[in-house]
C-alpha cells in the first residue's frame, strides 16, 4: 500500500486523535465552526507529521522507479527514464563514464533535495504549531 491510502489512513488517525485533544474541545465549547477548527486548528498540527511522511515515501518511490527501469522492468524505449540511463551507460564505464555518472548524480541530488526540503518545511511547520 504505497498510495494515497497511506496518507488518508495517516491523516485520519491524526486527525482523530486531534479531535480528542484540549484545544479542539476548547474551541468547539466555544462554538467555533467545523471549518474554522479543522482549518485553523487541525490542519496545521497535522500537517507536519504528514510532511515527514511524503518526504520519507518520495526519495524511496523515486528509488523504486530508478531500479525498476535499471532492470528494463519499467518504461520502455522510445520514453526514457534515469534507471534506463543509469543501466545503458553501464556498458560504456571505461571509455564514457559520465553516461552512468550524470544518470546517477541526477537521482542522488533528486533524492537528497527532497528530503533536504521535507526537513526544512517540517522545520517551519513545527515552529509554526509551537507559536501558535
Same mark, same amino acid.
Given at each position: 500500500?504505497?498510495?494515497?491510502?497511506?496518507?488518508?489512513?495517516?491523516? /485520519?488517525?491524526? $486527525? +482523530?486523535?486531534?479531535?480528542? #485533544?484540549?484545544?479542539?474541545?476548547?474551541? &468547539?465549547?466555544?462554538?467555533? %465552526?467545523?471549518?474554522?477548527?479543522?482549518?485553523?486548528?487541525?490542519?496545521?498540527?497535522?500537517?507536519?507529521?504528514?510532511?515527514?511522511?511524503?518526504?520519507?515515501?518520495?526519495? /524511496?518511490?523515486? $528509488? +523504486?522507479?530508478?531500479?525498476? #527501469?535499471?532492470?528494463?522492468?519499467?518504461? &520502455?524505449?522510445?520514453?526514457? %527514464?534515469?534507471?534506463?540511463?543509469?543501466?545503458?551507460?553501464?556498458?560504456?564505464?571505461?571509455?564514457?563514464?559520465?553516461?552512468?555518472?550524470?544518470?546517477?548524480?541526477?537521482?542522488?541530488?533528486?533524492?537528497?533535495?527532497?528530503?533536504?526540503?521535507?526537513?526544512?518545511?517540517?522545520?517551519?511547520?513545527?515552529?509554526?504549531?509551537?507559536?501558535?
Amino acid at each position: 500500500m504505497d498510495g494515497w491510502e497511506r496518507y488518508a489512513r495517516l491523516a /485520519r488517525g491524526l $486527525i +482523530l486523535s486531534a479531535e480528542e #485533544s484540549g484545544y479542539v474541545q476548547s474551541m &468547539q465549547m466555544i462554538g467555533a %465552526s467545523s471549518p474554522r477548527i479543522y482549518i485553523g486548528q487541525i490542519l496545521p498540527n497535522i500537517a507536519g507529521a504528514l510532511v515527514v511522511h511524503l518526504t520519507l515515501n518520495f526519495p /524511496r518511490t523515486i $528509488i +523504486l522507479e530508478t531500479a525498476l #527501469s535499471f532492470l528494463g522492468l519499467d518504461v &520502455q524505449p522510445p520514453l526514457t %527514464s534515469l534507471g534506463q540511463m543509469l543501466g545503458q551507460g553501464r556498458t560504456y564505464l571505461l571509455n564514457a563514464w559520465w553516461m552512468s555518472v550524470m544518470p546517477g548524480f541526477v537521482i542522488f541530488a533528486t533524492t537528497i533535495s527532497v528530503c533536504i526540503i521535507g526537513d526544512w518545511l517540517r522545520d517551519r511547520l513545527d515552529s509554526y504549531t509551537l507559536t501558535r
